[in-house]
T-cell receptor, first 115, second 112 residues
Framework: GAGVSQSPSNKVTEKGKDVELRCDPI?????LYWYRQRLGQGLEFLIY????????KSGLPSDRFSAERTGESVSTLTIQRTQQEDSAVYLC?????????????FGEGSRLTVL | RKEVEQDPGPFNVPEGATVAFNCTYS??????FFWYRQDCRKEPKLLMS???SGNEDGRFTAQLNRASQYISLLIRDSKLSDSATYLC?????????????FGTGTRLKVLA
């Protein structure tokens, strides 16, 4: 489809394991965002990629979290040594480049459960 | 202070009622403003942008007050299908680009 695609849609892992979440943005959208949403909570900003500029990593909660994006394509969010408090839905969104007013398009999210 | 603040609710209203949500933002340099809707266990989707002059889309009216750094959403003639969480979103310049900051959302339940 033409929307934002995320995988896996659901991931159950054991505490201490590493997980990798993937986001495929809408073609042509140079801006890409990762958010975390814990159960019953709001969206928590994690990281923002804008084209080839240095990413804004100000929302990453700890050094166990990292994200990469090659050019204007797929992004991966990696969580190392997962903890139970990492359980959440991880949402990816993309938008047109540098537009103040452009719509954010979200994927359906990756639901992570850490046992 | 949070960058974007909303009353979490829930707002429980009967069908046909009018309900208003408010949102405040802290960064006076913020450029654009939105309301998103999020249904239970779904991703957020754009409801409407908010313009300085105020704007209306059917039963929904959005207002922006830059001086007070305040955004509102009014829903008239509420329907059961309006039950959702409404997210206030602010687009704020940071390091030469723009970042979308979300409020925690206001939950609305429309009752039959």
């Amino acid at each position: 489809g033409a929307g934002v695609s995320q995988s896996p849609s659901n991931k159950v892992t054991e505490k201490g394991k590493d997980v990798e979440l993937r986001c495929d943005p809408i073609s042509g959208h140079t801006a890409l965002y990762w958010y975390r949403q814990r159960l019953g909570q709001g969206l928590e900003f994690l990281i923002y990629f804008q084209g080839n500029s240095a990413p804004d990593k100000s929302g990453l909660p700890s050094d166990r979290f990292s994200a990469e994006r090659t050019g204007e394509s797929v992004s991966t969010l990696t969580i190392q040594r997962t903890q139970q408090e990492d359980s959440a839905v991880y949402l990816c969104a993309s938008s047109l480049p540098g537009v103040a007013g452009g719509e954010l398009f979200f994927g359906e999210g990756s639901r992570l459960t850490v046992l | 202070r949070k960058e974007v603040e909303q009353d979490p609710g829930p707002f429980n209203v009967p069908e046909g009622a009018t309900v208003a949500f408010n949102c405040t933002y802290s960064n006076s340099a913020s450029q654009s403003f939105f309301w998103y809707r999020q249904d239970c266990r779904k991703e957020p989707k754009l409801l409407m942008s908010v313009y300085s002059s105020g704007n209306e889309d059917g039963r929904f009216t959005a207002q922006l007050n830059r001086a007070s750094q305040y955004i509102s959403l009014l829903i008239r003639d509420s329907k059961l299908s309006d039950s959702a969480t409404y997210l206030c979103v602010v687009n704020t310049p940071t390091s030469g680009t723009y970042k979308y900051i979300f409020g925690t959302g206001t939950r609305l339940k429309v009752l039959a």
